[in-house]
């Protein structure tokens, strides 16, 4: 397999690897997914359901790219009734962002 040199278009990197265009997201659109399931944490939801409910539209290939990036990191899981975001941020990060002046 060899490696394809990257172009960048305005919004997506695109990387050609035999015959497949993957699409990465940008981070705009990590952050919209990030908070819609953040905000829908308490419900298992199927990948076609969110696609549905996202504010704006996302390429399903991307949407699976940013799904993997979440389950990755730990944000997220996949289970038989679908996708669920876990993560709950340490609590010594928030006390130490309590009282914090933001610049």
Known sequence: ???QALELS???LIQK???????????NTVLMVEGFLKT???VPMKVSDIKKQLPKQV?????KVILEYLWKSGKIIYG???I???????EHLRK???NTLEV
């Open 10 to 12: 305005e919004t997506e």
């Open 17 to 27: 690897e035999d015959h497949k265009i993957k699409r990465y997201p940008n981070l």
């Open 59 to 63: 390429m399903h290939e991307t949407l």
């Open 96 to 98: 130490m962002l309590e």
């Open 80 to 82: 038989p009734k679908g």
């Open 84 to 90: 669920q975001w876990i993560y709950s941020e340490p």
């Open 1 to 3: 397999m060899s490696t």
């Open 40 to 42: 829908h944490r308490d």
